[in-house]
Each structure stands twice: as structure tokens, then as C-alpha cells.
Nanobody, 115 residues
Framework: VQLQASGGGLVQAGGSLRLSCRAP???????????VDWHRQVPGKQRELVAR???????DYVDSVRGRFTISRDSSRKTVYLQMNSLKPEDTGVYYC???????WGQGTQVTVSS
């Protein structure tokens, strides 16, 4: 199942972006039972889990983005979103979506926040 990530870009500090991760070929009933994460990769550092949307349960966030980022999902579109508000330069990185079970990764989308 291929994942399609999009929505990255260049934004000034304090701005907003919304990332999307689609799984157009995933069966909808499977999407309902899929955990979806957003990770961030910065050069020279390990990939970091930023937000998690479990198939059941409440979303969770790394402390550095809690209160600024919101992860949500639209099962009818088989899409998971990451709304990023009040962006900071340290949010810069390549953002990847990941779906489990199956450990499927999207291609990554670059987010650059200028100061």
C-alpha cells in the first residue's frame, strides 16, 4: 500500500501548515484499524516521533509540539492530517507518515520554518 504525503513548504515562524498522508489503495476497513504516526527527520539526528493517531484511543504528541500540532484522520478519504500552528524554526525537517500494522512509510515532505 503506497502512502502519499504532501503539504510541506516554507513558512515564517508563527505560521501554519497542514500535512496530509493518504493511503488511496488501502481498504477503508483496514484504515479504521491502522495506527498512523508522523515522524520528523533533521539532518544529523535520529528520526523523531512527533504525533500519533492510534486506531483506537486518543492522539499523542511529543512535548515540543503539544498544544501547537493536531493530528486527525478522515476515514472516508483514508487520510491523516497534521495541522501545525505557531511553527518554530526548530520544527524544520522532513516529515514522514508511518502506518501500522505493515510499517508503511510515506515519501517525506519538507517543512522549513524561517525565523
Amino acid at each position: 500500500v503506497q502512502l502519499q504525503a504532501s503539504g510541506g513548504g516554507l513558512v515564517q515562524a508563527g505560521g501554519s501548515l497542514r500535512l496530509s498522508c493518504r493511503a488511496p489503495r488501502m481498504i477503508t476497513s483496514v484504515f479504521w484499524t491502522t495506527d498512523v504516526d508522523w515522524h520528523r527527520q533533521v539532518p544529523g539526528k535520529q528520526r523523531e516521533l512527533v504525533a500519533r493517531s492510534p486506531a483506537s484511543g486518543t492522539p499523542d504528541y511529543v512535548d515540543s509540539v503539544r498544544g501547537r500540532f493536531t493530528i486527525s484522520r478522515d476515514s472516508s478519504r483514508k487520510t491523516v492530517y497534521l495541522q501545525m500552528n505557531s511553527l518554530k524554526p526548530e520544527d524544520t525537517g522532513v516529515y514522514y507518515c508511518n502506518m501500522n500494522p505493515g510499517n508503511r512509510w510515506g515519501q517525506g515532505t519538507q517543512v522549513t520554518v524561517s525565523s
